[in-house]
């Protein structure tokens, strides 16, 4: 087992984890030129020395640090000589202060960090949308060193198999996302968080993508069960077929919930209710709900104790071939796993459903 770790710029959080099985951290500034998967206002602000100090703690801790620059959109911007340098700039400074690896979504990004920056390991991100295994060696024959496999893929382990046997490079898994299965809304979600994390970009005033999957997933708790996270007791199963890297999502999280998260993987062991180990839903929304008029916070709960066995329906299956509405599995479970509050659910579907049709109108 190796972990990928996002780390809040703590060093409590360092020194809480340092017997773990960790590869690498990760993290980004606030802003930057290039941005990434969330907004600066969900992230901590950190000085440039502060990271510096930071990352040379991880590696006195053995593990590595890995900078996200996973924007899956510039605005055309790195086709300018000025902007270019910028981001070289940026890539100079990682450089200096002893970043292992990057993140990156843009393929030309990729290759201009593998020209001209080579002490640097590139990752492809899962912004990417790495679903096929011809995408996969298009990006290994780039010199990526390592691909985020796209989320929708977590329980196709027919198509993980097949990844594994015909590429190279090295791959891991996002395991804790509570991203809706095959979400319409993520691209788009990206390209927000990366405009809204590049230097002078605008804000976020309403995240529209959180607040539409946040209310399906009250509507209809079977697709928190689609969602493709993989519980710490299963990842024997991505072991038996070669993939031993894990990520963990949740750096706009506390220093507490990250130590918890990561031991629990480590320890492979979920607790009773294991939504307090996904960085959605629970998370999903909070920085948004003090500006939704009426919206409670909900508490979430799926029965660990329901769960032994769920990921075996999966070994031969490939949801992305299926219709959820005749399969109807993730339904069945859902009926014995999530457990909410009925009527404060009602009041934050209210509420989510009266922002976005106001939202709505011209």
């Known amino acids: 087992m190796r972990l990928s770790i996002p780390t809040n710029w703590d060093n409590k959080l360092i020194e809480n984890l340092s017997s773990l099985p960790i590869h690498n951290y990760y993290a980004k500034l606030q802003e930057d030129v290039v941005g990434g998967g969330r907004p600066a206002a969900s992230i901590p602000h950190v000085t440039r020395q502060k990271v510096k100090e930071h990352i040379k703690l991880i590696h006195e801790n053995k593990a590595l640090f890995n900078y996200v620059l996973n924007a899956p959109c510039l605005g055309n911007t790195e086709y300018s000589p000025s902007y270019r340098k910028q981001i070289f700039q940026l890539l100079d400074w990682l450089t200096l202060i002893g970043v292992d690896s990057v993140t ?86 990206s390209n927000l968080n990366a405009h809204s994390s590049q230097i002078g970009a605008k804000k976020l005033p309403l995240d529209y993508p959180v607040m539409r999957c946040t209310l399906l997933r009250f509507k209809y708790p079977s697709e928190i069960i689609r969602s493709p996270w993989v519980r710490p007791e299963d990842l024997v199963y991505y072991e038996k077929i070669g993939i031993d890297k894990f990520k963990l999502s949740g750096r706009t999280n506390t220093t507490e919930w990250i130590t918890k998260t990561a031991k629990a993987y480590a320890g492979r062991k979920s607790p009773k209710n294991f939504a307090e180990l996904l960085a959605v839903p629970n998370a999903a929304g909070s920085m948004f709900r003090k500006t939704i008029p009426g919206a409670p916070d909900v508490n979430l709960v799926i029965d660990n104790d329901t769960l032994p066995g769920f990921i075996k329906h999966f070994l031969n299956k490939s949801c992305s071939s299926l219709s959820c509405d005749k399969c109807l599995y993730c339904d069945r479970i859902a009926l014995k796993s999530v457990k909410t509050s009925k009527e404060l659910s009602k009041k934050l579907i209210s509420a989510y459903e009266k922002v976005l049709s106001d939202f709505q109108n011209i």
Not at 119 to 138: E, G, W, Y
Not at 147 to 152: E, R
């Open 104 to 189: 990156v979504t843009i393929p030309l990004l990729l290759e201009w960090i593998k020209k001209n920056f080579p002490s640097l390991k590139v990752s492809v991100s899962v912004f990417s949308h790495v679903d096929t295994i011809n995408m996969a060696k298009m990006y290994e024959n780039l010199g990526a060193d390592e691909i985020t496999i796209t989320q929708q893929f977590n329980r196709d382990f027919n198509f993980l198999k097949s990844l594994r046997k015909n590429c190279k490079t090295d791959f891991q898994l996002i395991v804790n996302n509570a991203c809706l299965f095959g979400c319409p809304f993520r691209r788009y979600h």
